[in-house]
């Protein structure tokens, strides 16, 4: 069992900038992805950001691509995302999530393919 737990959030103006972290324990080994997931009111879930824990790779969604940067300690058990030119359109509840399978069946930004959620953290940017 993995435990996630996220900080970072907080409200900000328009431009500014955030820092998320994720704070993973338990079976840590056994986790090959994590990805950050937000989700807005009276909206679905969304991929953000994706980090293969094994080689340090990156995948961004279309809206945050050269505004937020996804990275992770060297020991692999924290998660953060730098968050540059907040928009008000990147107010959200954040989850950072896991997924152990080497593979996803769907794509990396469907959050059925992630075993594990931390609670998550409110990210405002007002305008």
């Known amino acids: 069992q993995v435990h996630l737990v996220e900080s970072g959030g907080g409200s900000v103006q328009a431009g500014g900038s955030l820092r998320l972290s994720c704070a993973a324990s338990?079976?840590?080994?056994?986790?090959?992805?994590m990805t950050w997931f937000r989700q807005a009111p009276g909206k679905e879930r969304e991929g953000v950001a994706n980090?293969?824990?094994?080689?340090?790779?990156?995948l961004y969604a279309d809206s945050v691509k050269g505004r937020f940067t996804i990275s992770q300690d060297n020991a692999g058990d924290t998660l953060h995302l730098q968050m540059n030119s907040l928009k008000p359109e990147d107010t959200a509840i954040y989850y950072c999530?896991?997924?152990?399978?080497?593979?996803?069946?769907?794509?990396?930004?469907?959050?059925?393919?992630?075993?594990?959620w931390g609670q998550g953290t409110q990210v405002t940017v007002s305008s």
């Open positions: 999530a896991t997924a152990s399978s080497a593979t996803f069946h769907m794509g990396w930004s469907y959050p059925h393919e992630y075993n594990y």
């Open positions: 338990g079976y840590t080994n056994s986790v090959k992805y």
């Open positions: 980090i293969y824990t094994r080689t340090g790779s990156t």
